[in-house]
């Protein structure tokens, strides 16, 4: 090839590839802008430093027990570990537990027509939403019927039936116990809930009731952690 | 022989450092040019080998057929029609052609070499 014809080809060449790669770059998905004003991400660095701060608590009680274990005698010790056992069972739902709280009984609502009315039936979307409402309201303990609630109960819609840790529930009326640390706040809120109107569009009436000492049952089942896994996190400052 | 690949690898480079982005409305006609582009670069080598390379069209046709195509997919957007699809119909059947043509030169070329060392060994 002669010397002009391989220099212009070249040129040719730099355009297109110039050409390929503005292409190659537009086509790609652009980087999503941060569009948060400003007191959005001053309520945004809030939350992260309480999230510190509650971590912070959390390590420094953890920094207690093992200050405990190092400087207690063996019988202490055991001792130590029978307690966060103990704990641990609690807060895993597998024991009984006894408090103040709300009961909720769900009923069905009747009216007087001509109408043929069904009888209505509990769906797993009411309780997934009554449940997350009670979760944000301050329950710590909810029981559906003889159902505990833990962190891995499963809420299926199973042949026309609704399962709480995978046993129907009976049909209506339904008793829901939950324990609470402050009840009456609890109280308070369900009065003016969302899941109120929500149950009343599927003629279901929720009525609460306070009360001092209610026993919420345990968890009988297998809690299930074959896919539990540590997560193994590299802490700052560690290497 | 490789400047003109050296070329190409430069500009992707240049390209990507200088970091530009067109509007999405526009990409269709970017990509319709760079098929055009190719169809150039691919009838140009072509050419090469037939020897029948002639830098004023090459130039021209460049330039005229990334411009064409770029009119054919406005013209197209305007009129409600998929036009570019025309373009790129087009340009994709050259290629092959080109693209064919280039490997039947290649493999001539290549017979034509060995059958010259056996008749040399001869």
């Keep these: 090839m002669k010397k002009k014809h391989l220099i212009l080809v070249s040129f040719i060449c730099l355009l297109t590839g110039i050409m390929i790669a503005v292409q190659f770059q537009s086509t790609q998905i652009p980087k999503k802008r941060d569009t948060r004003d400003l007191w959005e991400v001053r309520t945004a660095i809030q939350e992260q430093q309480k999230l510190q701060q509650s971590l912070y608590k959390q390590i420094e009680q953890t920094d207690q027990t093992?200050?405990?274990?190092?400087?207690?005698?063996?019988?202490?010790?055991?001792?130590?570990?029978k307690n966060s056992i103990e704990n641990l069972t609690q807060e895993a739902g597998l024991t009984e537990v006894t408090g103040a709280g709300v009961v909720l009984t769900i009923e069905p609502i009747f009216v007087e027509s001509d109408e043929l009315q069904q009888y209505p039936s509990l769906t797993p979307d009411h309780l997934n939403r009554l449940i997350n409402e009670l979760n944000s309201f301050g329950a710590k303990e909810i029981a559906i019927e003889n159902e505990r609630?833990?962190?891995?109960?499963?809420?299926?819609?199973?042949?026309?039936?609704?399962?709480?840790?995978n046993q129907p529930l009976p049909s209506l009326p339904i008793k829901i116990l939950v324990l609470a640390e402050n009840p009456k706040k609890l109280f308070d809120y369900l009065q003016v809930s969302n899941s109120k109107d929500n149950f009343a569009i599927d003629a279901l009436d929720i009525t609460a009731t306070l009360e001092d000492d209610i026993t919420l049952p345990k968890y009988d089942g297998t809690i299930n952690v074959k896919w539990i896994k540590v997560k193994e996190i590299e802490e700052a400052g560690e290497n | 022989m490789w400047l003109p690949a050296l070329f190409l690898v430069v500009g992707i480079l240049l390209g990507f450092l200088s970091n530009i982005t067109i509007p999405e409305e526009y990409a269709n006609y970017l990509s319709i040019s760079v098929l055009a582009a190719f169809d150039t670069l691919f009838g140009g080598i072509r050419a090469h080998l037939e020897n029948k390379f002639d830098e004023k069209i090459f130039i021209s046709g460049f330039f005229f057929n990334v411009s064409l195509a770029a009119l054919l997919a406005f013209l197209g957007v305007q009129l409600g029609i998929d036009l570019y699809l025309a373009a790129v119909f087009a340009f994709g059947v050259r290629l092959f052609q080109n693209l064919s043509i280039i490997r039947r030169c290649f493999m001539e070329n290549l017979s034509k070499h060995k059958k010259l060392e056996k008749f040399k060994r001869k």
């Design chain 1, 66 to 81: 093992i200050e405990k274990y190092d400087k207690q005698t063996e019988e202490e010790k055991l001792q130590t570990i």
């Design chain 1, 149 to 165: 609630i833990t962190n891995l109960s499963p809420i299926r819609y199973v042949n026309g039936k609704t399962y709480v840790n």
